[in-house]
């Protein structure tokens, strides 16, 4: 079993930035990618950013270029560095890993931008 514990959440205005964490724990070491999806309010969750052990990553057409997802590797946390934060980025965003045919979700910490 994986356990993910989020953090960095929190409210911001335009232009502004934030940083979120997700810790992993317990079978860690069968962890082969991790990601960051987010929902906002009446809309379908969504990826934002994903990465596997090996480094590759990929993200939504509509953070290109302003978000970086990275992984400790060793550790199995994860980060959304979220730069130039615009109003449509508000939603829960939800840490994610994937290990062996399993996925496990955080608990969700919430992102507001405000005009």
């Known amino acids: 079993q994986v356990q993910l514990v989020e953090s960095g959440g929190g409210l911001v205005q335009v232009g502004g930035s934030l940083r979120l964490s997700c810790a992993a724990s317990?079978?860690?070491?069968?962890?082969?990618?991790m990601g960051w999806y987010r929902q906002a309010p009446g809309k379908q969750r969504e990826l934002v950013a994903g990465?596997?052990?090996?480094?590759?990553?990929n993200y939504a057409d509509s953070v290109k270029g302003r978000f970086t997802i990275s992984m400790d590797n060793v550790k199995k946390t994860v980060y959304l560095q979220m730069n130039n934060l615009k109003p449509e980025d508000t939603a829960v965003y939800y840490c994610?890993?994937?290990?062996?045919?399993?996925?496990?979700w955080g608990q969700g910490t919430q992102v507001t931008v405000s005009s």
């Open positions: 990465i596997l052990s090996d480094g590759r990553t």
């Open positions: 994610n890993a994937r290990y062996g045919f399993r996925e496990a």
């Open positions: 317990g079978s860690i070491f069968s962890i082969v990618g």
